[in-house]
């Protein structure tokens, strides 16, 4: 099990991604990132619908989503469709034209949304939704939400208040048992709908991070709190409890339950030893195992809490969370994608990459045994098996 330290785990398999798409390792120090149906530039997210597929990717760099009808089983697997561009050769947001319900400009966070797929569409500043999966090239998107049409983009939210109908720099989605939740980044905020909308702009139910649905102050207007956040990304449930991955403060907010009011305070967090301190690496120029840094992306695989600390180029996992009772900053076990707790290097110490290194992991989701790692800094996406349980 290494140097790390005896208590630690490794998360992932060392042995490494089990299946690689987009970027390839190699030797060459420039490789081509022109769009087509194999290659990525910075994906940022990624949702696999089952474990035999379908597998849709954010592939963000490109202004577009891809999707592969199965599981790909080997390395450099093509997709099978494309939205957001005409074909897999073009690329440019909104494909060179004006929004509309097949386009997208920086695509981040991806789920599945009921019996269909949900789509932070960042830069236009909008969530995109399917009612069912897409099963072809460019197929409209049913529903929008923080704009009133799909043909608007405007980033509402730049005005000194916004509303539960604006969004701006939306980078994280996430559904579960009914609920919706947007991470309205740019806005500081969580936005919560109690059930899945049905209208174009229909405002949220609920806000995290702030105190009315008006207001979007970094962290609340003052300083980091048990309630604030500053830039809120991807979520999840741990326990039936929300989780966040709140990475401007680079921790991870851990509420009790579902909150159910407005600007709920969080129950704990880690990255932090408490809830006014908000440093990269808690101060530190190296990391730790109870330290974060710009973390991005968060997933759930039974007790664990798997964590892609982006600017530290890996991945922390807490599998005992539960046993420490309400305590902030608590010691990571898990790591993936460095030799030890305190290397932060991107690719670990070889500087290429590898099939077991990381540079900028953005986003991670787990289905079954398998994690998805948006490795957007590699220009890949990883399929890799579960080393934890």
Same mark, same amino acid.
């Given at each position: 099990?290494?140097?790390?330290?005896?208590?630690?785990?490794?998360?992932?398999?060392?042995?490494?991604?089990?299946?690689?798409?987009?970027?390839?390792?190699?030797?060459?120090? &420039?490789?081509?990132?022109?769009? #087509? $149906?194999? #290659?990525?530039?910075?994906?940022?997210?990624?949702?696999? &619908?089952?474990?035999?597929?379908?597998?849709?990717?954010?592939?963000?760099?490109?202004?577009?989503?891809?999707?592969?009808?199965?599981?790909?089983?080997?390395?450099?697997?093509?997709?099978?469709?494309?939205?957001?561009?005409?074909? !897999?050769?073009?690329?440019?947001?909104?494909?060179?034209?004006?929004?509309?319900?097949?386009?997208?400009?920086?695509?981040?966070?991806?789920?599945?949304?009921?019996?269909?797929?949900?789509?932070?569409?960042?830069?236009?500043?909008?969530?995109?939704?399917?009612?069912?999966?897409?099963?072809?090239?460019?197929?409209?998107?049913?529903?929008?939400?923080?704009?009133?049409?799909?043909?608007? #983009?405007?980033?509402?939210?730049?005005?000194?208040?916004?509303?539960?109908?604006?969004?701006?720099?939306?980078?994280?989605?996430?559904?579960?048992?009914?609920?919706?939740?947007?991470?309205?980044?740019?806005?500081?905020?969580?936005?919560?709908? @109690?059930?899945?909308?049905?209208?174009?702009?229909?405002?949220?139910?609920?806000?995290?991070?702030?105190?009315?649905?008006?207001?979007?102050?970094?962290?609340?207007?003052?300083?980091?709190?048990?309630?604030?956040?500053?830039?809120?990304?991807?979520?999840?449930?741990?326990?039936?409890?929300?989780?966040?991955?709140?990475?401007?403060?680079?921790?991870?907010?851990?509420?009790?339950?579902?909150?159910?009011?407005?600007?709920?305070?969080?129950?704990?967090?880690?990255?932090?030893?408490? !809830?006014?301190? $908000?440093?990269?690496?808690?101060?530190?120029?190296?990391?730790?195992?109870?330290s974060l840094s710009m973390p991005y992306g968060v997933?759930?695989?039974?007790?664990?809490?798997?964590?892609?600390?982006?600017?530290?180029?890996?991945?922390?996992?807490?599998?005992?969370?539960s046993s420490y009772g309400i305590k902030n900053g608590?010691t990571a076990q898990g790591l993936t994608g460095q030799?030890?707790?305190?290397?932060?290097?991107? @690719?670990?110490?070889?500087?290429? $990459?590898?099939?077991?290194?990381?540079?900028?992991?953005?986003?991670?989701?787990?289905?079954?045994?398998?994690?998805?790692?948006?490795?957007?800094? #590699?220009?890949? &996406?990883?399929?890799?098996?579960?080393?934890?349980?």
């Amino acid at each position: 099990m290494s140097s790390k330290s005896p208590e630690s785990f490794e998360i992932l398999s060392p042995s490494g991604a089990k299946v690689i798409l987009g970027q390839q390792p190699s030797d060459i120090l &420039v490789v081509p990132l022109e769009p #087509n $149906a194999k #290659n990525m530039f910075g994906p940022r997210g990624a949702c696999l &619908v089952s474990e035999t597929g379908p597998l849709w990717v954010a592939d963000t760099g490109h202004h577009r989503l891809l999707g592969w009808r199965n599981l790909p089983k080997i390395d450099a697997e093509p997709a099978d469709w494309v939205i957001g561009q005409p074909d !897999f050769y073009h690329e440019g947001q909104n494909a060179k034209t004006t929004p509309g319900p097949t386009t997208v400009n920086v695509p981040t966070g991806i789920c599945i949304c009921g019996k269909g797929l949900a789509v932070a569409d960042a830069w236009n500043h909008r969530v995109l939704i399917w009612k069912e999966l897409p099963e072809d090239n460019n197929v409209p998107a049913d529903l929008v939400l923080g704009q009133k049409d799909f043909s608007e #983009n405007e980033p509402f939210g730049s005005y000194l208040e916004t509303s539960g109908e604006r969004m701006h720099w939306p980078y994280g989605i996430f559904y579960h048992q009914g609920k919706l939740f947007v991470a309205d980044t740019g806005n500081r905020r969580v936005l919560i709908w @109690n059930q899945l909308p049905e209208e174009n702009g229909q405002p949220a139910d609920l806000v995290l991070g702030q105190s009315n649905l008006k207001s979007r102050d970094e962290n609340g207007g003052g300083s980091p709190t048990a309630s604030s956040m500053r830039w809120p990304h991807s979520l999840g449930i741990w326990h039936d409890n929300l989780i966040l991955a709140d990475a401007g403060n680079n921790r991870i907010m851990i509420w009790q339950g579902i909150p159910t009011e407005n600007n709920t305070p969080c129950q704990m967090v880690l990255g932090q030893s408490n !809830f006014s301190d $908000a440093e990269l690496n808690q101060s530190n120029y190296f990391p730790s195992a109870q330290s974060l840094s710009m973390p991005y992306g968060v997933a759930v695989y039974h007790d664990w809490i798997v964590v892609a600390d982006s600017a530290n180029s890996r991945l922390l996992g807490w599998g005992d969370v539960s046993s420490y009772g309400i305590k902030n900053g608590i010691t990571a076990q898990g790591l993936t994608g460095q030799t030890q707790f305190n290397i932060k290097s991107e @690719n670990g110490s070889y500087g290429q $990459a590898t099939r077991n290194s990381l540079c900028w992991p953005y986003g991670i989701q787990i289905y079954g045994d398998t994690a998805i790692v948006a490795d957007s800094g #590699n220009n890949r &996406v990883l399929l890799w098996s579960l080393a934890v349980g």
